[in-house]
Each structure stands twice: as structure tokens, then as C-alpha cells.
């Protein structure tokens, strides 16, 4: 089992920026794949970033592609993402997940935060 909460969210204006953590407990985190997704009212879940188990390799979807920033800390157990420019449509729960290979699909990831809110106010 892997325990992951979430903390960072809140309101900002647009243009803005909000920096979201993750924590884990549990199993070695350096043992996952880290990813975070979104969830606006009346929308799916979609994928924003992912990180490999040790850093070396970040995705994202081209939504957010030059404005977040994932990162990690295996020493802490923790995940990052870094929020620049964030527009209107940012605003969303995000989530961070775990899984054990790369996947854009929320389906491949095992384990999940409760999520945190982030609105953006235009």
C-alpha cells in the first residue's frame, strides 16, 4: 500500500502561480511512478504530468507543456508541481497517483490522493 496526500491548493488569480506536493507513505516511493492528474465539474480525469521513478524523465500534456514543472524528492517522499501562468481552465481537483511504469491513462495507476483544490480566478 501506498498513502499519498496532497496539499498546495487554493484560489489564485489568473496568471498566477501555486506550487502542490505530495506526500507518500508506504512502500518505497522510489519503487513508482509518480503522475498527477485533473478533474474539473463535468469533466474526466485527465493527465497533466508524470515523472520516472528517479527523476530522470518528466511528461506532460500539452495543455500545461511550458508552464508546470514536475519534480520529485526521494529523500522526502514527496512529489512536486510547480503552476506558472495558470489560466481559467487550470481550475480543477488535482490528484497525484502512483504507478509502477509510465502511463498517461488513470486506469495504469495504482494508488491515489483524496486531491486538492486549485481554482483559478479570471
Known amino acids: 500500500q501506498v498513502q499519498l496526500v496532497e496539499s498546495g491548493g487554493g484560489l489564485v488569480q489568473t496568471g498566477g502561480s501555486l506550487r502542490l506536493s505530495c506526500a507518500a507513505s508506504g512502500r518505497t516511493f522510489s519503487n513508482y511512478f509518480m503522475g498527477w492528474f485533473r478533474q474539473a465539474p463535468g469533466k474526466e480525469r485527465e493527465f497533466v504530468a508524470a515523472i520516472s521513478w528517479r527523476g530522470s524523465s518528466t511528461y506532460y500534456a500539452d495543455s500545461v507543456k511550458g508552464r508546470f514543472t514536475i519534480s520529485r524528492d526521494n529523500a522526502k517522499n514527496t512529489v512536486y508541481l510547480q503552476m506558472n501562468s495558470l489560466k481559467f481552465e487550470d481550475t480543477a481537483v488535482y490528484y497525484c497517483?502512483?504507478?509502477?511504469?509510465?502511463?498517461?491513462?488513470?486506469?495504469?495507476?495504482?494508488?491515489w490522493g483524496q486531491g486538492t483544490q486549485v481554482t483559478v480566478s479570471s
Open positions: 497517483a502512483a504507478a509502477r511504469f509510465y502511463n498517461r491513462d488513470s486506469g495504469g495507476y495504482d494508488y
